[in-house]
């Protein structure tokens, strides 16, 4: 990467979602991806499936795709990253979220990004530094009970990772959130073996310049 490009802001990013996962972007393409999802879970039917029942297959499928979508437009999304294959015959119940970019002031006219990054970990438990391509990144974990009153039907394990982007004028801010249902007596290594697949799926972050 030359001089120049680091004193510009990245147009965008990379991330390499694991094998089996699909992209479906919020902003434009999205019916053409959730389309595209559900022909193949159709296609990956097992033998022996009704015929008279796959229609019906599609269209829960078909429904289920626009809820999850509808909610991570809701949540500020701009990308959303989602299993589409069985693992060892299961289903994994989790997602990604790449919200669009926040700006947020800076603690002092003089300081930095790193400031913000530091003052928010101050306040978020369980929260620590990480690098992500050469930027300082915040990560944070935690499980989140459900809760009716708040819109939370079920309880799930949820990650995040916040992420300046560099030389953005004003400072702007990236956030990527992982989250997978926890089913009740669910065994909590399960999940933790699911947020090491997020941490390795940031570890393919990287800015583009194009």
């Not at 990245?10 to 089996?20: H, K, Q």
């Not at 499980?143 to 039907?153: R, T």
């Amino acid at each position: 990467m030359t001089t120049a490009e680091h004193r510009r802001a990245p147009t965008g990013f990379n991330l390499v979602p694991p094998p089996g996962w699909d992209v479906i972007p919020l902003h434009t393409g999205t019916q053409e991806a959730m389309d595209l999802i559900v022909r193949k879970a159709i296609a990956q039917l097992p033998v022996g499936f009704p015929k008279d029942d796959i229609p019906k297959a599609r269209l829960k499928l078909t429904q289920e795709m626009k809820k999850v979508v509808r909610r991570a437009g809701a949540k500020g999304g701009m990308t959303l990253y989602l299993p589409t294959e069985r693992l060892h015959g299961v289903a994994l119940p989790v997602s990604i979220i790449a919200s669009e970019p926040i700006e947020i002031p800076r603690v002092r006219p003089d300081s930095g990004p790193e400031a913000v990054l530091l003052a928010l970990a101050s306040e978020t438990s369980g929260a620590e530094m990480r690098e992500l391509d050469d930027t300082a990144a915040l990560r944070s974990e935690r499980d989140v009970p459900a809760d009716a009153a708040q819109g939370i039907d079920v309880a799930h394990r949820q990650a995040e990772y916040f992420v300046p982007i560099p030389d953005s004028t004003p400072d702007q801010y990236l956030t990527f959130s992982f989250s997978a249902l926890i089913a009740p007596g669910s065994d909590p290594a399960f999940y933790d073996t699911l947020v090491e697949l997020f941490d390795a799926v940031m570890g393919t972050f990287r800015w583009s310049y194009a």
